[in-house]
């Protein structure tokens, strides 16, 4: 295949959620040229989502908060979270925080301290929303930099490297043109992979590219089995946000039959009602605590009658009583979605929502591949098996400022390296090291629907050997099966072979994962290892040894 075109920039910013749009930022400040490129248009992502009206982010209160913030991050992270990286967090936060506004980002900071998910004590909380005034914000401040300059629409394929030292990429423009990218440093800020699961809440350009090109750049991905998962409405409206907090007010979740999905499950000595009350108080699953239950049953009987419907809630009138602020704004917005609690009849099921892994760094961003940076939710951040509320939009702001520092650093040491265009040619055709014979474009697609499938029901809230099993086997004879380098040849199918090269490869590194964690902590738990084990208190590093061949390693690190 010919490429015919290159460029020329100092930096490569990957996405455009808030870790790349504050990366971009600072290092256009440092007068370095910079180009973002993002699958979509600016200012996207998870960060601003239009399912969702605002964001959170969690801050230090003052110094004497520090240790208590600290200890909030390691009870809930398990002995998972990265502590280099917390403490950081929780000194610069506070000041990350006054940012916002420099970068285009609306945000006010709510009266009073709150409780983040999972904290057990409260602090000062931000509030950011109005996406599509954040973008015109951002637009016109990056209309500012001359040498600031955005490709929406364009996904990166591959990183280049010069004896490991990252010095390029590939990119499929808009058109599906390749095209080569000559920079001395790229920075990843590509998000989570929540849209490889079929039922998730994020916007689909959050599939886990990023996690692929570190991998295969020789960067290692830690956490990756503590994916948070939250109950989502199915019906009325399909993919509509549910409050957590409502459940205050749940008699019952049942099923079909109008029987209790919660009876049968609970352990004795707990009732419905405080397994409820208590899974009132947090969004994603966790083991660690009792409410577990409510999620479990509900993974157990969608496992069982492989319906994908929901459970019933049953909630008492008095929900509509409460008048706090809390209460009447989400009931108030669902009403405006054509959804009354009570009136209706409300379903819920596990979505696939955030990751807790992501790629290793320190606490510069640093990937430990010389010029390659990852940030933002791709990165295995300050979170654990169970990830704060509130932390990961100022993650954003914390690294990416960390990053763009040492990033400034790094291209003042590093020349350019001139890039052949037969070597990404080279490159390119290495891309796809499998093939099979189907050359179907709709089997593609199919498979690619498959994979989202397949993950929903083995990788959800409940996992087990026989299910992990047989969810990789199945994957592997789809990737198997499928000349993908013939639908990357045709300009038409590049992006889908693109998807479908990565879906495959992730969700085998991720099954795999859950796999390997031979118990249950946080986010993951294994229905045939329910307990968690002092031997698995280390994280699971994996790598790609080589093109197609991946290590799973638990480290104390
Ligand atoms: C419904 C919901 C509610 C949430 N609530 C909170 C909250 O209250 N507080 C909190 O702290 N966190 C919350 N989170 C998590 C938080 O929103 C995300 O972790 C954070 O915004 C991620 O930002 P990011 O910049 O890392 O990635 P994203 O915002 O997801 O951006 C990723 C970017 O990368 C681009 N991209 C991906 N792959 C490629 C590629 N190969 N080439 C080019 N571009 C690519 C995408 O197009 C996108 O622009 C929530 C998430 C969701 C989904």
Redesign the pocket.
Same mark, same amino acid.
């Not at 990957?14 to 749009?21: D, E, K, R």
């Not at 605002?54 to 969690?58: E, F, H, M, R």
């Not at 940030?375 to 791709?378: H, M, P, R, S, T």
């Given at each position: 295949m010919r490429i015919n075109r290159k460029i020329k920039t100092d930096v490569l910013v990957?996405?455009?959620?808030?870790?790349?749009?504050k990366v971009a930022k600072e290092l256009a400040d440092q007068h370095h040229e910079v180009l973002m490129?993002?699958?979509?248009k600016l200012a996207? $992502?998870?960060?601003?989502?239009p399912?969702?009206a605002? #964001?959170?982010?969690?801050v230090t209160k003052d110094g004497s908060d520090k240790p208590v913030f600290m200890a909030d991050i390691e009870t809930a992270s398990r002995g998972m979270h990265r502590q280099d990286l917390a403490e950081v967090y929780v000194e610069e936060i506070a000041e990350r925080v006054q940012e916002y506004g420099d970068i285009g980002v609306i945000s006010k900071k709510l009266e009073g301290e709150r409780k983040a998910c999972f904290a057990e004590h409260p602090r000062d909380i931000y509030l950011l929303s109005n996406w599509d005034g954040i973008r015109e914000n951002v637009t016109e401040i990056f209309g500012g930099y001359e040498k600031l300059n955005v490709m929406e629409r364009?996904?990166?394929?591959s990183l280049i490297q010069q004896e490991e030292r990252v010095v390029g990429a590939l990119l499929l423009d808009r058109d599906n043109e390749v095209i080569v990218v000559e920079c001395k440093a790229v920075v990843l800020?590509? $998000?989570?992979f929540?849209s490889l699961y079929k039922h998730n #809440?994020?916007?689909n350009?959050?599939?886990g590219?990023?996690h692929v090109?570190a991998l295969e750049a020789g960067a290692s991905l830690v956490n990756m089995e503590f994916i948070q998962f939250i109950p989502g409405i199915t019906t009325p409206r399909y993919k509509t946000?549910f409050g957590e907090h409502t459940l205050m007010y749940c008699r019952d979740i049942v099923k079909d039959s109008g029987e209790s999905l919660l009876d049968p499950v609970l352990p004795e000595g707990l009732s419905r009602k405080e397994c409820l009350e208590i899974r009132s108080g947090h969004g994603p699953f966790t083991d660690s605590l009792e409410s577990k239950w409510v999620d479990i049953a509900m993974m157990k009987e969608i496992i069982r009658t492989r319906s994908e419907q929901g459970f019933e809630l049953l909630y008492d009138p008095e929900l509509y009583e409460n008048d706090e602020e809390f209460y009447t704004v989400y009931l108030n917005w669902l009403e405006q979605n054509g959804i009354h609690l009570v009136g209706d009849e409300v379903r819920i099921a596990p979505f696939a929502?955030?990751s807790n892994g992501g790629v290793y760094i320190d606490p510069d961003g640093r990937s430990g591949v010389p010029g390659l940076y990852a940030?933002?939710?791709?990165s295995c951040n300050i979170e654990g098996a169970n990830r704060l509320?509130?932390?990961?939009?100022?993650a954003?702001m914390v690294f990416g400022k960390r990053a763009a520092a040492d990033c400034s650093r790094y291209m003042q040491e590093v020349e350019p390296y001139e890039i052949g265009l037969e070597t990404a040619e080279l490159q390119l055709n290495r891309l796809f090291n499998k093939k099979g014979k189907c050359t179907d474009a709709e089997a593609v697609h199919e498979a690619v629907d498959k994979v989202r499938e397949i993950l929903w029901y083995a990788g959800n809230v409940v996992r087990s050997e026989q299910q992990l099993l047989a969810a990789i086997e199945e994957i592997n004879a789809l990737e198997n099966g499928l000349d993908l380098a013939h639908f990357f040849k045709q300009q038409a199918t590049r992006k889908l072979a693109i998807k479908a090269k990565n879906f495959l490869k992730l969700s085998q590194l991720l099954l795999q994962a859950m796999l390997e964690r031979k118990e249950s902590r946080g986010a993951h738990y294994r229905e045939d290892h329910p307990q968690e084990k002092p031997e698995f208190a280390k994280r699971l590093f994996i790598k790609e040894t080589k093109p197609g061949t991946l290590s799973f390693e638990f480290l104390n690190q």
């Open positions: 990957v996405g455009s959620g808030l870790a790349g749009i490129a993002t699958k979509m996207s $992502g998870s960060s601003f989502y399912l969702k605002s #964001l959170g982010t969690q364009t996904v990166v394929i800020a590509t $998000g989570g929540g #809440l994020n916007p350009d959050v599939d590219s990023g090109l946000l929502h955030a940030i933002g939710e791709l509320g509130g932390n990961s939009t100022g954003c």
